[in-house]
């Protein structure tokens, strides 16, 4: 329980990064760019996987860190997705999010969820 504890501790914040990467590359799978979708998630995975290994086990004259290497590899590759898909959605213009979109209350949500 205790390496679950120090896991969850490093990756939470990578959670919130991924919750919103997550969102767009869903967004481009479901709307036939699957070319841009599979590039970013296999990127980031291998990128993942990659650092993860050499920070567990402790290669190329890193720290062996355990579950702990594990945890910084997975969250250092959700940052890097996200700011590879927030560079993607306003390079590409595929999307038209802007911040007023995603925090704009609008009327029709209002009468329906409230």
């Known amino acids: 329980?205790?390496?679950?504890?120090?896991?969850?501790?490093?990756?939470?914040?990578?959670?919130?990064?991924?919750?919103?990467?997550?969102?767009?590359l869903t967004l481009l799978k479901t709307t036939g760019h699957i070319k841009r979708y599979t590039v970013i998630s296999v990127s980031t995975g291998i990128l993942g996987i990659g650092i993860s290994a050499v920070l567990v086990?402790?290669?190329?004259?890193?720290p062996c860190l355990?579950?702990?290497?594990?945890a910084i590899g997975v969250s250092f590759s959700r940052i890097i997705e996200l700011i590879i898909t927030l560079i993607d959605c306003y390079?590409?213009?595929?999307?038209?999010?802007?911040?007023r979109i995603l925090v704009d209350k609008h009327k029709m949500m209002r009468i329906k969820f409230i």
């Open 1 to 24: 329980m205790k390496l679950a504890t120090e896991y969850l501790r490093v990756t939470s914040a990578a959670f919130l990064a991924m919750g919103f990467s997550q969102v767009y």
């Open 57 to 62: 086990f402790g290669k190329l004259g890193a």
């Open 66 to 70: 355990g579950i702990i290497g594990a």
């Open 91 to 99: 390079r590409t213009k595929v999307f038209s999010l802007t911040i």
